[in-house]
Nanobody
Framework: QVQLVESGGGLVQAGDSLRLSCEDS????????MGWFRQGPGKEREFVAA???????SYTDSVKGRFTISRDNAKNTVYLQMNSLKPEDTAVYYC?????????????????WGQGTQVTVSS
């Protein structure tokens, strides 16, 4: 059974960096597409980044060049390195797993979700 637990959120200033982690405590992690989504205050949850089993990646335009998704299959962990953070990056960040080989940006295509971790960026 896939169980995803995020960590690494916090309160930072604009321009700072954070690294989010998401560990899968069950399942065959290396075969999943792993994604990060976020939901800002008063907003819909949106796609941020995803990585497939051979480390192909996809990013939403607003984070390209600032965020990097990576995975360590030996540790069953996916990371989201966030640099040059902006106040508009403030959100609850969710990790998700998709039991398919192809990356998807659609929330409905993901089978398992973590509980979320809060990221707050002050100006």
């Amino acid at each position: 059974q896939v169980q995803l637990v995020e960590s690494g959120g916090g309160l930072v200033q604009a321009g700072d960096s954070l690294r989010l982690s998401c560990e899968d405590s069950g399942g065959t992690f290396s075969r999943y597409v792993m994604g990060w989504f976020r939901q800002g205050p008063g907003k819909e949850r949106e796609f941020v980044a995803a990585i497939n089993s051979w480390s192909g990646t996809s990013y939403t335009d607003s984070v390209k060049g600032r965020f990097t998704i990576s995975r360590d299959n030996a540790k069953n962990t996916v990371y989201l390195q966030m640099n040059s953070l902006k106040p508009e990056d403030t959100a609850v960040y969710y990790c998700a797993a998709r039991l398919r080989l192809a990356i998807s940006t659609a929330q409905s295509e993901y089978n398992y979700w973590g509980q979320g971790t809060q990221v707050t960026v002050s100006s």
